[in-house]
């Protein structure tokens, strides 16, 4: 299967990315045979992939990478780069390939050091591969200071490195850095498209997939959380019945600390499941006492502190994207409101809660539903500036029940 298969809806980008692996394939080729190529190449050192959350940007970046270290023997006898099956494409795919760096971050944002760690590694020729590949999938949380470091290797790049950035929209990377990237812009892949892929790649059942894609309109990944997760879906479920409690004052705020309360509860799930592993792997490799809890040598209480503040910020990474999910789940539920009260005809999101759907319709009108849906963007604009997410909540609740 080609690497380009995982693609969904993305043509326009995979003919562009296919092109460019055929010509870095031939800039190889001529190198080792000591020929300069004469032709213009559709090959670049920097690539910015864009697109909103779920249109597969880490995934073209991925494929994009596996072609570069194609080593099918086809390609001799014309074979298009990026086969899916050679040793090259598959170790990129699964992230082990030697010279594939892919770099993705659980936590607020990528500093300093981590990117000069990164910049280094882009310096080194490759060792197996091809090219020497870095894969970064958080563009967009690289700090300032962060991204002024990157400028400089994205500037005077080694000869046989490639970096691939990812970010929701160029507004997210520095513009000296962008102006430097050839830019490919991904877009929402269709439902239809996305249900296709759930039941031919991830064998679920035709009528969970197309429930699951259209309920998160083309979103790959949580389309696929959610057809194969029954927690997922009961979440999701309890946040869409939010809307119907904010009668009162008291309602709003008990519906803004259950919110809460629930991201809160899945952070800690996700600690408890990496945080004692992680924590007692570190013990192990600085020569902790036998026996967990074990006393730790003298000098090394700095390494875990440092530890302790990396977990603390990933929960609190974890309970951000948590509560995000459940504002994007209402965002949805009141797009299907306004879609009701306008008569648009757009297909419903929500299909499976359509009598609560009504019911909010009738009740208020599209002005008030705008309203609505300005307080939930508000709500992740204040999250975003680290106001406290309970008070965040809270005035979103208030503004759901005023209209």
């Not at 045979?33 to 249109?55: C, N, Q, R, V």
């Not at 607020?108 to 870095?134: E, F, H, M, Y």
């Not at 400028?151 to 046989?160: D, I, M, S």
């Not at 648009?344 to 849906?373: F, H, K, M, Q, Y």
Request: proline share 4%; with cysteine; hydrophobic share 40%.
């Amino acid at each position: 299967m080609p690497v380009w298969d995982d693609l969904v809806g993305q043509e326009r980008v995979q003919a562009q990315l296919a092109a460019a692996a055929r010509d870095a394939d031939a800039l190889v080729t001529a190198d080792a045979a000591g020929i300069e190529s004469a032709t213009a190449s559709k090959m670049t050192h920097a690539w910015l992939f864009t697109g909103p959350p779920g249109s597969g940007r880490s995934t073209a970046a991925r494929a994009f990478a596996a072609a570069l270290q194609c080593t099918s023997p086809d390609r001799a006898l014309g074979g298009e780069p990026g086969c899916g099956f050679c040793d090259g494409c598959h170790t990129t795919i699964v992230g082990t390939h030697s010279d594939v760096e892919i770099v993705r971050t659980d936590l607020l944002s990528i500093g300093v050091k981590d990117t000069r760690d990164l910049v280094r590694r882009a310096q080194l020729s490759p060792a197996v591969g091809r090219w020497q590949v870095i894969v970064l999938e958080d563009a967009d949380r690289l700090t300032e200071g962060a991204g002024n470091v990157l400028l400089k290797a994205v500037e005077e790049p080694a000869p046989r490195t490639v970096w691939l950035l990812c970010a929701p929209s160029l507004e997210d990377v520095l513009p000296t850095i962008r102006s430097r990237c050839r830019h490919l812009t991904l877009r929402t892949p269709s439902v239809s498209a996305v249900a296709d892929v759930l039941v031919r790649r991830d064998g679920i059942a035709p009528e969970m997939a197309a429930s699951a894609a259209r309920a998160t309109q083309g979103h790959i990944g949580r389309a696929r959380r959610l057809a194969t997760d029954e927690r997922a879906r009961s979440r999701r479920a309890a946040v869409l019945k939010l809307p119907l409690r904010v009668d009162d004052v008291g309602a709003c705020l008990k519906a803004a600390q259950e919110l809460v309360d629930a991201a809160a509860e899945d952070a800690k799930q996700v600690a408890e499941e990496v945080d004692v592993k992680e924590t007692e792997e570190l013990r192990a490799a600085m020569g902790a006492s036998a026996g967990i809890g074990g006393r730790m040598p003298r000098g090394t209480a700095g390494v875990m502190k440092d530890l302790e503040d990396r977990q603390k910020r990933r929960r609190t990474r974890t309970q951000r994207d948590t509560l995000d999910l459940a504002l994007t789940d209402l965002i949805g539920f009141y797009r299907d409101v306004l879609a009701l009260q306008l008569g648009s005809g757009l297909a419903i999101a929500n299909e499976e809660i359509r009598p609560d759907l009504d019911r909010v319709a009738r009740a208020s009108g599209p002005e008030r539903t705008l309203r609505r849906i300005e307080g939930i963007i508000a709500c992740r604009e204040a999250l975003d500036r680290n106001v406290s997410p309970l008070l965040a909540v809270e005035a979103m609740t208030m503004a759901l029940r005023a209209g």
